[in-house]
Each structure stands twice: as structure tokens, then as C-alpha cells.
């Protein structure tokens, strides 16, 4: 059997990646994306998408994503082989480290075919050292499912000071069901999940004013609405109740005021996502009507 060669993209080189056979079940040949198009835009570069080959011919592929201003790869988003042994050793050789996130079709496991193809990149990345964390929904609204109005219950206020913002997060964190949030607490504290939020948000590139603090009619905080864009999308960045006021159906007001303010900007669709564990807020995305179009797994 040839030697296993692994090694970065060069420039001009996006035809090679795509030479490995795809049945496009799972990832973003699922949803009819390209490496080609994909990296024509700017979503992937070359040091940071990596391929195994055996005699010249891919064998296994990995591509990482950042934004066009990062400095080091946010996530694993394009993982695939023919040679389950080359995959594992692609992802322990390439010195990249990123939480792999694998898009899959709703209702995937229903489809024997897809569900083998998922479980095939699953297992390589889990072989390789990655653990499962959390299976989440992705939700992607249109003005077609029209705008639900304001409940009326909470004033919003814009809040430019970052500390204020900081401070809400170590309230919305405590027993929070976000998965990312718990592990992060878990591993380096709630302060380090904190920052990480918001760095989250601050990363975004849209307007910092879009973010609001909302109150309720004696003045108690209630929680967080972060409307944004990301590098392709009107996004609702982050929705958080504080401990004292879940229960009562919050998350709804400040996804509706969220749905607005991307609305009023002009968004002609809001794309979203949770943890499917976190039933409350899978529960208020259908409420609001935001349709699931997506499954995906992530794995860190």
C-alpha cells in the first residue's frame, strides 16, 4: 500500500480537495454547497484545509473555517474520507484545533444512509480526540413566517457598557441549559464562559447597539436580546433569561424583540439555532415561527 501523505492545500489546489467522492448525505454537500464556491469566497484557506493521500488520490479531507479577520481556525466544518485510518491521522497530524461542527438533515436518522455517513465522520473525529458535546437545531426565518408581534411585557434598553453586559451573562449562566456555557464553566470557570460570550458577540460584525437589555415593569432585570449579523447572515446572536424570572415565557419577548430589530434592518431572513436539550428554547422558536432546516452535531 503507498505511504499516507498529509499535508496542506497549496494555493490553486481547491480542485484537489474536491476530487474525493461525495454521496453529499451529510455536511454542506448536503445543503448543496461546494468546497470550490466555498473557498472562491473566502470561507476556507489553503494552510487551514488539509488532505491524506495514497498514491496521489484523496483518501480523507478537513477543512477549517474562520472569519476573514481571525487569526486561527473557529471551526471544523468539512470532514470526509474514503480511508477511515488516513481521516483519524489527518486530524491528529494537522496542528489545528477547532470544535468540529457536522450539519446534518432533519430527521437524519431516520435515513439509514445518511445515518451511516454521519456516524462514519462521528466516529474518525471521536477516534482522533474530539468528544461529543451537543446535538443542536438550526432555524432559519423569512418574512413569509411573518413577524409575531411584541408582547408588550418588558421595556428594552440598548446598554453600551460592556461590564453591564458581562455582568447579565454570570446571571443568565447560572444553571444554564446552553451546553457550550456548562462546558465551559465546567472546565475554566464562569468567568472564562462569560468572556466567552461575549467575546462571541463582540466578534459579530454588526452594530453593538443592536443588543438590548430588558426590564421588566418595576425595573428587574429580565434578560438579554442580541440580534446580529455574522460573516453571511442576520443572526439572533444570544437570548438569556436570569434564574429569578425563568418560567414565565421571557425568552419569547426577547426573541420577538430580536425577529424585530433584524426585521426593521431590513433582513429578508434570521437564521438561529439551540441545543436540542434546551427544550424551552426549541419550544419558543416554534412558538415565534422559526422553521428547523437544518440538524447539526458538534463535537470539541
Known sequence: MPDLVIRPLTSGEENLFASLPDPGLVGFAAFGDTYTDMAAAGQYRPEWTWVALRGGVVVARAAWWAGPEDNKPLALDWFDFTDHDAAVQLLRTAPLHAEYSLLLPTGWRENPAVRQQAQSRIDAAVAAGLS??????????????AVPPRPGRLEFRPEPDDSAIYDAFRRIHQGSLDAHARHTIATSGIDAACLETLDYLRWKPSPRDWWRLAYNPVGELVGLSAPARNYGDPVIGYIGVVPEHRGHGYAYDLLVEATHILADEGADHIVAATDQTNLPMAATFAKAGYPIIQERIDLT
Do not use: G, I, M, N
Request: aromatic share 22%; with cysteine.
Open 132 to 145: 461529543p458535546l451537543v446535538e443542536r437545531f438550526r432555524y432559519r426565518w423569512t418574512p413569509d413566517c
